[in-house]
């Protein structure tokens, strides 16, 4: 069974894309398409980026934590709220921390906002990122509108039939980027 890294990316106070990515981990366990961790930002509390985990003489245990839940996981799913049009700092901090190992790894991409468009314009540029490190982004999109009333605190979702719809059509995009990858026999 593959295994999916679910990243919580708003460390801000009172978040609530933190509810999407609690939906995809309960998703994923009911549905039994995948196993499935959480990696909330949020915990790990990193401080702003210094320099490449490979440059670093002595990383901090968490830092090694954290990047071997990504090297481990078969496909990740970044959930992301939209700030300014972009996505946010403590983000930009851990693809800048692994950058090799982001190459070829199946990324799904879920965009949060509390408006009308779900995150349309973080969908662009943190596309463009991920691509700039070779990272494998999945053609699908979960994008997630006026998110306070969408999901309940405990990633409930308010009409779950739907939602449960479209999150299906997300996941099988992944999971067959990551059964091709995994046909693949050359590095
Ligand atoms: C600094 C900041 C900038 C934001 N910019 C946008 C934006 O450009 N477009 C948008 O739809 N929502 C924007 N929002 C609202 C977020 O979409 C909203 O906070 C949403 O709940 C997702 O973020 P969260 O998980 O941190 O709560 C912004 C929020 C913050 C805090």
Not at 128 to 152: C, E, H, N, R, Y
């Amino acid at each position: 069974m593959p295994h999916i890294a679910i990243i919580s990316s708003s460390v801000r106070i009172g978040r609530i894309s933190h509810r999407v990515a609690l939906y995809f981990k309960n998703y994923l366990a009911d549905s039994k398409l995948a196993s499935a961790e959480l990696v909330d930002l949020q915990a790990y509390n990193f401080p702003l980026f210094e320099e490449r985990l490979r440059f670093q003489a002595s990383p901090a245990p968490n830092v090694l934590d954290f990047a071997s839940r990504i090297k481990a996981a078969d496909g990740v799913i970044i959930v992301t709220p939209e700030y300014n049009g972009g996505y946010p700092a403590s983000l930009k901090n851990v693809i800048d921390l692994l950058t090799d190992d982001w190459s070829r790894k199946p990324v799904a991409i879920s965009t949060v906002s509390d408006g009308n468009f779900g995150g349309s314009q973080v969908l662009i540029s943190l596309q463009f990122s991920l691509w700039k490190i070779k990272a494998w982004t999945v053609p699908a999109m979960f994008q997630v509108a006026k998110a306070p009333g969408t999901f309940d605190e405990g990633g409930v979702p308010a009409d779950k039939q739907a939602t449960d719809r479209r999150a299906s059509a997300f996941i099988k995009e992944l999971l067959w980027c990551i059964e091709a990858k995994n046909r693949m026999a050359i590095e």
